[in-house]
């Protein structure tokens, strides 16, 4: 099982609205999805932080993990080290 089809597996499991009698399940399923994606996206920035200022790697290993350039990550990060 790769790391991706690992991920969807518990994504697709996860359910905090489905089953919600005051919600359509079409749109609890998207509300769910909406909290996984808000929960991921913080988690990243943290982590992408803590790699780039305290564990001294470069925006451009910060960008290659995660798929991105390294202008990106720096654009998407930069004002997130000033937060954090």
Do not use: C
Request: glycine content about 4%; aromatic content about 8%; hydrophobic content about 40%.
């Amino acid at each position: 099982m790769s790391a991706e089809s690992n991920a969807r597996q518990h994504i697709e499991s996860f359910r905090w609205w489905q089953g919600n009698p005051d919600i359509e399940p079409s749109l609890a399923e998207l509300r769910d999805l909406a909290a996984i994606r808000d929960a991921i996206d913080d988690v990243i920035i943290t982590k992408a932080v803590e790699a780039h200022d305290y564990e001294d790697h470069s925006w451009t290993e910060v960008g290659d993990a995660l798929g991105i350039s390294r202008q990106a990550a720096q654009k998407r990060f930069r004002a997130a080290t000033r937060l954090l």
